[in-house]
């Protein structure tokens, strides 16, 4: 499918935005009850296990989608992580054991491994270069009001019916996920290639895109705080006297709402790493504010500072992972974005929770050194990435190693 000039809003975009809030909505309405879930199990020790294991193959499988959206197509990647949460949801009330749950959990990561390599390679196929984050902001909008309202939804649904309800719910908006796919997208690679177990086989070369190490590096640094607030927030709330846990979600993810549109086109119109370097910034000062805050209010404020600066990030480290990947493997580069992605998160998540270790008293250095690696990426984009031609010459100088030509 050729991009259509100057156009976002066809019907194909719309039908990905939907597919992407319902798919969203899905996995995210099950994560307030789970834990919970598990302890009836006498799970309890193994709570942190659930965002974990969903993490890891979450980022185990990206090679795999990525090489797969580059061979049979975006649609069928984006099918296949939508078809594993309706499984999933479903076998989740008929496994009665600690382990089993945790092996479900674990499969369970394929979904977020597929589902967004593909939608981020449709969406850079179907719309203009120039309006590329734009374009990334929107969807990821869409995601965002599936995150949003996800867990207040099963929420709801289990304390008015059950768990078991919840469940059957969540397999319902998967599926309706993969109904949207199936008729209302065109697939837009060419040259498509049939499924063959053969390529299932990863070789070194197909797990990370090095054109997009910029990217990588700067997603890794700013995912390790993400990681820490999905793993502290909870226990900060509750010691700073508030009683809704998921207070602090709910303004981060307006915040974020709020400025992923704009974001994208500010992106668009003066580049990735204007954009990046000012979202390094807040994420870092809503940090250390977190890292200070006191009361109530302090950690509000921190949320929707932390909301704008993730809002700002998303669409245009995604656009700029795009950007910089070759053509013909948009899967590879945006499968080793994730990877950092996932790894940042599940990084964060575990320095988080060592630092913190039960004692309150940690708090503020938990989320200082988080601070701290927002820092080192708005350190490395101001002076490392943009200096990067000087330093190649600097270490040729050192090294004299061969000669040279300095070129901008």
């Not at 054991?97 to 499969?107: I, M, P, Q, T, Y």
């Not at 809704?244 to 974020?256: E, I, P, Q, R, V």
Request: charged share 10%.
């Amino acid at each position: 499918m050729e991009q259509s000039s100057g156009r976002i809003y066809t019907i194909h975009f719309i039908m990905l935005c939907l597919s992407n809030a319902v798919f969203s909505a899905s996995y995210n309405m099950l994560i307030p009850e789970l834990p919970a879930y598990l302890s009836n199990m006498g799970g309890a020790d193994y709570k942190g296990y659930i965002l974990a294991l969903f993490t890891l193959m979450a980022a185990l499988s990206r090679p795999f989608s990525g090489k797969l959206t580059d061979s049979i197509g975006r649609v069928p990647v984006m099918i296949f992580g939508s078809l594993v949460c309706v499984v999933c949801s479903l076998l989740y009330p008929l496994v009665s054991s600690v382990a089993a749950f945790l092996l479900l959990r674990f499969f369970h990561g394929f979904s977020t491994g597929f589902k967004p390599t593909g939608t981020a390679a449709y969406i850079s196929d179907l719309v203009p270069h120039n309006r590329r984050a734009e374009a990334m902001g929107m969807v990821g909008l869409f995601s965002t009001i599936g995150l949003a309202l996800g867990p207040a939804i099963g929420g709801f649904i289990a304390a008015r019916w059950s768990i078991y309800v919840m469940f059957q719910v969540s397999a319902v908006f998967a599926l309706m996920s993969v109904v949207i796919l199936i008729g209302g997208l065109r697939e837009t690679l060419p040259n498509r290639q049939r499924f063959n177990p053969s390529m299932l086989k990863i070789s070194r070369s197909e797990i990370f895109e090095p054109l997009v190490i910029g990217p990588v590096i700067v997603t890794f640094l700013c995912f390790l705080s993400y990681g820490a607030l999905l793993t502290i927030i909870p226990d900060f709330s509750e010691y700073l006297g508030i009683h809704n846990k998921g207070l602090f979600y709910t303004f981060f993810t307006g915040a974020s709402i709020g400025i992923r549109l704009l974001a994208g086109k500010v992106s668009d119109r003066y580049g990735r790493l204007p954009v990046l370097k000012i979202s390094a910034a807040i994420m870092a000062a809503a940090l250390f504010i977190l890292a200070l805050a006191t009361t109530p209010y302090m950690m509000m404020v921190a949320a929707v500072i932390y909301g704008v600066s993730v809002g700002l990030n998303s669409p245009a480290v995604t656009a700029w992972t795009v950007d910089l990947g070759h053509p013909e493997h948009r899967g590879r580069a945006l499968a080793t974005m994730y990877i950092a992605m996932e790894a940042g998160i599940g990084l964060g998540a575990y320095l988080s929770a060592y630092i913190y270790h039960n004692n309150a008293a940690y708090f503020p250095m938990a989320f200082g050194v988080m601070g701290i690696a927002a820092i080192a990426a708005l350190v490395y984009l101001v002076l490392i990435y943009d200096n990067r031609h000087r330093i190649k010459v600097m270490w040729r100088l050192v090294h004299m190693k061969a000669p040279f030509r300095y070129k901008r």
